[in-house]
């Protein structure tokens, strides 16, 4: 797969400096581990999601996750296994008979319901090798060896590589007087199993749920207090330099427009790329509820998530345009990267507004290197608007 594939090459050689590089689940955790960028929630029992992939109804999708938990009733659990299996059939036969590439199939997941139903699905490897890993739900210190442990086993076992994507999402993080000791039980169980772990996804919405909460339309999961807080617990535990997981953005579930608050999306960067054009497309973003997305993708940039679940097709196209690299930042990171050997303590940016200090801002670089490779680096005269 390759980001912003769909986009005509024209607009690409003006918006790119540098081209996004192509990567697939071969590639190493390193570079796939940011590569997701904005992952679909599809429910397990929807039966037309192959024929959606075979034909690249979807073009901008490159990672999606077949959902046979809370997006599915309870009373639907055998069927949605079954549409799984017959899924995978249908994109592995299209893959033998040429109707699809390798380079046009997006890194598929799966979300199971409980350890036990994810063993069931593992002893099932040979309809199911075509997946990329594995999302475990309210993962905890309780059930998280068994999830990260079957999946494990089966890689030996099989000479698979799948990947596992836990979600942090239960009473016992979200609640005060348990999270640090419950978070670092989780931060030693995934620590044991670090090699098979792409992902760690937060589950606000189940922690909403523990407080009777829904956000609306007009807030940013980051204006809900209980929940900032246990994000910024999380993030602390987990993000730090020396076992540098890749945190994922909640989900946004908004995609029709109900707002009560005047909408925050600026109008200069649409007119300055565009015109007139870019004022009616900020206009459509704004009627379509976009802004509360953008604005909380900035946000999770700001604190150092990267890329973000999402429930509609419409937003896959303004997350990953957000993770794109400016010239600014590559050009401070390949300065900062390139000054390693020590010789230099602090030096002034190439673009005479800051000043980088080689050691502080060593791993900041190296993560947005990484990031300009699978994102792709916009010119100096192009925005993430240009993306859209």
Avoid at 166 to 175: A, G, K, L
Avoid at 357 to 382: D, Q
Wanted: proline share 4%; hydrophobic share 40%; aromatic share 8%.
């Amino acid at each position: 797969m390759i980001h912003f594939k769909h986009l005509p090459e024209e607009i690409k050689r003006d918006v790119f400096y540098q081209l996004p590089v192509a990567f697939s689940p071969a590639d190493p955790v390193s570079m796939l581990q940011y590569a997701l960028g904005a992952a679909l929630y599809v429910p397990g029992v929807n039966e037309g999601v192959a024929t959606a992939i075979v034909n690249r109804r979807y073009p901008q999708l490159t990672s999606v996750i077949l959902c046979l938990e809370d997006a599915i009733g309870d009373n639907q659990v055998k069927a949605a296994e079954k549409t799984l299996i017959q899924s995978m059939t249908i994109i592995k036969e299209a893959l033998e008979e040429k109707k699809l590439s390798q380079e046009d199939l997006p890194l598929i997941f799966v979300r199971v319901r409980s350890p036990e139903q994810l063993q069931k699905l593992l002893n099932k490897v040979d309809k199911l090798d075509l997946l990329c890993g594995f999302v475990l739900p309210k993962f905890t210190s309780q059930n998280g060896m068994d999830y990260l442990h079957s999946i494990y086993a089966a890689n030996k076992q099989h000479g698979t590589d799948f990947y596992a994507m836990p979600i942090i999402e239960s009473p016992e993080v979200i609640y005060k007087e348990s999270r640090l000791e419950e978070l670092m039980k989780i931060k030693a169980i995934m620590d044991a199993y670090k090699n098979s772990i792409l992902n760690i996804r937060i589950g606000a919405t189940d922690f909403s749920s523990l407080f009777s909460i829904r956000r609306s339309i007009d807030c940013t999961i980051y204006d809900i207090s209980v929940i900032r807080e246990c994000i910024t617990d999380i993030i602390n535990i987990f993000s730090r330099s020396e076992t540098n997981y890749v945190i994922s953005g909640p989900v946004w579930e908004y995609f029709a427009r109900t707002r009560v608050l005047k909408p925050t999306l600026r109008e200069s960067p649409f007119i300055a790329e565009k015109g007139d054009l870019g004022r009616e497309e900020r206009q459509h973003l704004l009627d379509e509820s976009i802004d509360g997305l953008i604005r909380e993708v900035l946000l999770d940039k700001a604190n150092g998530l990267t890329g973000k679940t999402v429930i509609h097709p419409s937003h896959i196209t303004y997350v990953n345009s957000l993770q794109a690299v400016t010239r600014e930042e590559y050009e401070d990171a390949l300065m900062i990267a390139g000054s390693e050997s020590g010789d230099k303590g602090v030096l002034k940016s190439p673009w005479g507004n800051k000043m980088n200090e080689i050691k502080p801002h060593m791993n900041w670089a190296r993560k947005i290197l990484t990031k300009a490779r699978v994102y792709g680096v916009l010119n100096e005269n192009a925005s993430f608007t240009s993306l859209f």
